[in-house]
């Protein structure tokens, strides 16, 4: 049992960081279902502490991303057919790869503010900028929270497969 839930934590883990830069996969609660799943077996190195911080702080992430990028779109003058255009972005990248996914954001928005006309096309790039940085901010702090779960989950699997 305790291999099996070893190797269900470690998939987690492992897709959870893919998770970080493809959207469409809740990266953060991935890797931390597989810290979960690897705290369950006996050879655990996880405290019960250490599982709620990293519950408080997957849970902040989440909701961080999606606050971010309507933060990001009004500081940069954004309106909601911008936010809507980068939304519709992000998704609609995804299927173009890494510069896709990294772009979409910023065409989307654009797109968006556009098709909205209530601003210039000078401020929709600006826009775009907005929506594009909010992604990037986003997916790098998922990709810290994500590297320090995947961490523990690795040095649980280890210990584990060992034992």
Known sequence: METTLAIIGLAAGIIGLIGVIVPVLPGTILSYAGLVCLYFTPTTTITM???????VISVIVVVLDYILPGYFSKVFGGTKSGITGATVGTFVGIFF???GIILGPFVGAVVGEMIGGKISFGEALTVGFGSMLSFLVGSGIKLIVGAFLMYYIAKDF????AA
């Open 97 to 99: 790869g890494l510069p």
């Open 49 to 55: 502490t250490e599982l709620i911080i990293w519950g």
């Open 158 to 161: 280890i210990a584990v497969m």
